[in-house]
């Protein structure tokens, strides 16, 4: 019983813990209570699966109105690389749930595309927003440099207007890379930073390696409470 005791003190200790350091969730969903709203999004940057230290950028969405059809966002994004590097984003992707029909944009990214490959091992994205025409998110020109910040707005179509929408998996397109030895072009992945949406997206989540520990120290548990007591039962006295 005493074993039992310390291991429920130790995993509660353990729970206070995963969850006082929360992690942003890559999800949020939006609706018309979250007109007014932004999220920022903080991109890395690897290619074939390495890290790029310094390559990095960020993208700040506020949705502005929902119409008969669509989402209405402006748009804010930062190149941050640094060190030694430079670098131009040339695209930005995320996808949408439910499925869009259409997308539009203006400003800096004021090209767009559905169901296209993102390079770097990321498969189709529900929508890419890019700096140039071309016919694929995977290069283009335009975009914004190092130090730079481009900002427009992005129109997401339905056939009608859900009453609400998740957006999800973030990712950026680097080109135009200096600094990085022989690598020139490169992918990021995004998290949700900040939200000021009152809606589900950016509620804190524990981080999933904490959820799995957790999850073996429950199982831990329940196998002591069901283990035999070892030794000699002492008979009660008289």
Known sequence: MQTIKHALTGLAAFASLTFAAPAWADAITLDSNSIGDSFTVNFDGFSGGTS???LTSSATFTLTGITSTGYVFDYSVSNTTSGSLDSRVSSFAFDVDPGIV???????????????????????????FKGGDSNSCGGNSGGVLTGDTGTG???????????????????????????????????????????????SGGTPVPEPGMIGILGLGLAGLAFARRRPRRGTAHPATA
């Open 102 to 128: 259409d997308a539009s944009s203006t400003g800096a990214f004021s090209y767009s595309v559905l169901s296209s490959k993102y390079p770097n091992g990321i498969g189709t994205v529900d929508v890419c």
């Open 153 to 199: 707005s992005l129109t997401l179509g339905f056939d009608a207007a859900p009453e609400a929408i998740t957006i999800s998996d973030f990712f950026v397109r680097y080109q135009s890379i200096s600094g990085a030895g022989n690598i020139t072009s490169a992918s990021g992945a995004g998290t949700i930073s900040s939200s000021s949406s009152s809606s």
């Open 52 to 54: 790029i230290d310094g």
